[in-house]
């Protein structure tokens, strides 16, 4: 059974870089055919869109957050990061991990979901 | 960039058959998703590739797309399938993930 689990700090201050880490369990980021994925949600809001990382490492990030954006894999220890730089209280949101499924560029689609974890700008 | 356009909200009683529509400049040539989320919960994918259901999920689910609308039906409606649905697609052109805004559903 495939579990993705998200880590990380649930306040960072205005200017500083939120990071959070998704521990994959039962699947390995290396193996081909997902995307490992990043996704967030405003309080009582849609659902937002943040990038992910391919299983060769190949990154596609939302553009409206790509100059503040990364995310890597760490194989070695099957997570995948995210990292956030100069984060405002807009940024204020649940931060969901997420295994994309992918046939084609064209058919991916969001197969399996981490809980979510909340983090708060705020000072 | 590519929008979706979901309604806000669709009211129905038990038994009767919802009908959650995606606006999309032609849509109907691109894959749809649609995705459950109670209340608290994670999403989770109820619709991939237009009309296929994941493992688990009821055949009450289903999905069409063409022209420039997407849907997602639910046949005879549940208490436990009040939530907030979402579209999604892949937009090749700007190479993003776009979801729509999300229809909550009332089971009256």
């Known amino acids: 059974q495939v579990e993705l689990q998200e880590s990380g700090p649930g306040l960072v201050k205005p200017s500083q870089t939120l990071s959070l880490t998704c521990t994959v369990s039962?699947?390995?980021?290396?193996?081909?055919?997902?995307?490992w994925s990043w996704i967030r949600q405003y309080p009582g809001k849609g659902l937002e869109w943040i990038g992910y990382?391919?299983?060769?490492?190949?990154?596609y990030y939302n553009s409206s957050l790509k100059s503040r954006l990364s995310i890597s894999t760490d194989t070695s220890k099957n997570q995948f990061s995210l990292r956030l730089n100069s984060v405002t209280a807009a940024d204020t949101a649940v931060y969901y991990c997420a295994r994309a499924a992918v046939v084609a560029a064209a058919h991916n689609w969001f197969d399996l979901w981490g809980q979510g974890t909340l983090v708060t700008v705020s000072s | 960039s590519y929008v979706l356009t979901q309604p806000p909200s669709v009211s129905l009683a038990p038994g009767q058959t919802a009908k959650i529509t995606c606006g999309g400049n032609i849509i109907g040539s691109k894959s749809v998703h649609w995705y459950q989320q109670k209340s608290g919960q994670a999403p989770v994918l109820v619709v991939y590739?237009?009309?296929d259901r994941p493992s688990g999920i009821p055949e009450r689910f289903s999905g069409s797309n063409s022209g420039n609308t997407a849907t997602l039906t639910i046949s005879r409606v549940e208490a436990g399938d009040e939530a907030d649905y979402y579209c999604q697609v892949w937009d090749s052109s700007s190479e993003h993930v776009v979801f729509g805004g999300g229809t909550k559903v009332t089971v009256l």
């Open positions: 039962g699947a390995s980021t290396s193996s081909g055919g997902y995307y």
């Open positions: 990382i391919s299983y060769s490492g190949k990154t």
């Open positions: 590739n237009d009309n």
